[in-house]
């Protein structure tokens, strides 16, 4: 009989997220700290992640506001996780940003913004780090890609750029650093119900991620958490939704017949997305549109 490998044991151990303040972010925050982890919780919002940490059960968390893409706040970041904890356990890249802004529209200074948050500053973060991970017993490093990261999205295509790069990336990082002791994986997530995907919405993003509802931050936890428990290389919260993704994939060429195919189920979704976004009070009509609340 093959022994059940034991579940991930949280408590002591030191997660550093990014992202934090935002809704994947602070709901894995609130997840692992309830099991006994502290938490290094960082994001650009200094306001709101002070917030989310007060409210953490536990104690020994660690709010600090950097921005990602400037080696010097990833500098102080370190520094700061070295003077508290002396490791990091865990280290969750998953801070992003995405832009609905046309490709022959946007500027070039905020494709390049795009594209150092989502891809370059992972990788640096991630390098820089790993002196802290190895002064850790078990040390896992987990990144949030997206279902973008095997799909192109038309309408954002820095955004596809960034999780291919980064999905290829962190695919052989996994296999450079589980020799050295270090296990590192990516969850896939398809449409989550986060502000930055009700941005999104608003400002015409692509739709063919509205087939079906948004599925909650909750449930990327989720997987975040079976990863932690049984390490895999890369693990996908909506199953059904992956596959059907990597079977399109299969023959790029014909991408511009698919699309139509999905694109009118996509459009009625994101109606009903919006719809549900302005009864639950998160967005409210204007004289000109729609725009977020708060």
């Known amino acids: 009989m093959i022994a059940r490998r034991p579940g991930f044991d949280h408590r002591g151990k030191v997660f550093l997220i990014t992202g934090a303040a935002g809704g994947i972010g602070s709901a894995l925050c609130r997840a692992v700290a309830v099991r ?34 400037r080696r010097e706040d990833l500098d102080r970041l370190l520094a700061a996780v070295a003077a508290r904890y002396r490791r990091i356990d865990v280290l969750v890249n998953n801070a992003a940003m995405t832009s609905a802004e046309r490709f022959d529209e946007r500027s070039v200074a905020s494709i390049e913004d795009e594209l150092a948050l989502n891809l370059l500053s992972p990788l640096v973060l991630t390098r820089l780090a790993v002196p802290l991970l190895r002064a850790g017993d078990d040390p896992r490093v987990v990144t949030t890609v997206s279902l973008g990261g095997i799909f192109p999205l038309g309408e954002t295509p820095i955004y596809t750029a960034s999780k291919f790069g980064l999905r290829g990336a962190m695919l052989s990082i996994a296999l450079d650093l589980r020799a050295k002791g270090i296990i590192v994986g990516s969850v896939l997530p398809s449409a989550t119900d986060t502000p930055m995907l009700r941005k999104e919405a608003l400002d015409g993003g692509n739709t063919l991620q509205f087939q079906d509802p948004p599925q909650t931050p909750e449930h990327v936890v989720r997987s975040m958490l079976r990863m932690l428990d049984r390490p895999r290389l890369e693990r996908y919260p909506r199953p059904s939704e992956s596959w059907l993704v990597r079977v399109a994939m299969l023959s790029p060429n014909l991408l511009p017949r698919l699309m139509p195919l999905f694109r009118g189920r996509g459009d009625r979704g994101l109606v009903r997305y919006l719809s549900e976004l302005e009864r639950r009070g998160l967005i409210r009509r204007t004289p000109t549109g729609r725009e977020l609340v708060g």
């Open 36 to 69: 006994g982890a502290q938490v290094a919780a960082v994001d650009r919002d200094a306001e709101r992640l002070a917030e989310l940490v007060q409210q953490l059960p536990g104690v020994g968390h660690l709010p600090v506001a950097a921005d990602l893409t």
